[in-house]
């Protein structure tokens, strides 16, 4: 008889499967989406958990929650990305203890990481945070800015341009999903064409994943589909 499942567990191995699907209804090679465990509001014990699972790469909102965790878990080797909004105070716990920054949105604010970098770090790989149309907050930058900001960000020694992130409001309809992620990889791709050696696309939540996939994400970014409903709705 098998064991029933921790039910952590076996959502980890759904998401797996879905990630999956999605990759093949597409035709992308399996494994070419990363799946960003998204664990902001989720306690240190539960983040472990899914660690043991092969989870590394893990994603935190807020720095001072983000940091605690971080020093009860200093004894996995995790990849830890900010996605937050990040005031300009907080920077340099970002620039010490993150990999990755993700809603990076302005010069001033990468200017200061960049100087903050530890220099026995790699560069902080940033992801420039998009406010297409239909945004849900006000954060992120707007197209039209996006090609100068990400010229000024290649001259940062302490950064590295890795691409593009998008948070679109909610919304059911696969169709409508689509047009926005579409616009999305037409910005990423033309900064491409403009010259810049970009591998990323983070755009894809536990709502809209499979639309994501099919234009061109390569990190998927999900916290509910795998941690369940947060209670409260950050
Ligand atoms: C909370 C959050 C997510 C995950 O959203 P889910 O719908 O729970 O998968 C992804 N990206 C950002 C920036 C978030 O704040």
Redesign the pocket.
């Known amino acids: 008889m098998s064991q029933p499942q921790n039910p952590l567990t076996e959502r980890y191995s759904q998401l797996q499967t879905r990630l999956r699907h999605a990759e093949q209804h597409c035709g992308r090679p399996s494994g070419s989406v990363q799946l960003?465990a998204?664990s902001?509001t989720i306690p240190a014990e539960i983040v472990r958990h899914v660690a043991q699972l092969g989870q590394r790469a893990f994603?935190e909102?807020y720095q001072q929650e983000a940091t605690e965790k971080q020093a009860h878990l200093s004894d996995l080797n995790l990849c830890w990305h900010f996605?937050?909004p990040l005031q300009s105070n907080k920077s340099r716990t970002i620039a010490e203890k993150f990999s990755w920054l993700?809603?990076l949105d302005r010069l001033k604010l990468a200017q200061r990481l960049s100087d903050q970098r530890p220099e026995d770090m790699v560069p902080l790989n940033v992801c420039l945070q998009v406010n297409i149309s239909g945004e849900q907050s006000k954060s992120g930058v707007t197209p039209d800015e996006l090609s100068r900001l990400a010229a000024a960000i290649t001259e940062l020694p302490g950064l590295t341009l890795r691409g593009l992130?998008a948070?679109p409001a909610?919304c059911d309809n696969v169709d409508q999903q689509r047009r926005v992620f579409t616009s999305v990889r037409e910005l990423y791709q033309g900064l491409i064409d403009e010259g810049h050696q970009l591998d990323t696309l983070s755009m894809g939540?536990?709502?809209d994943l499979e639309a994501a996939v099919a234009e061109g994400a390569t990190i998927v970014?999900?916290?509910?589909?795998?941690?369940g409903?947060?209670d409260n709705k950050?």
Do not use: C, E, T, W
């Open positions: 960003l998204v902001k994603g909102n996605i937050g993700q809603s992130m948070l909610p939540m536990s709502g970014r999900i916290g509910s589909a795998l941690f409903a947060r950050r």
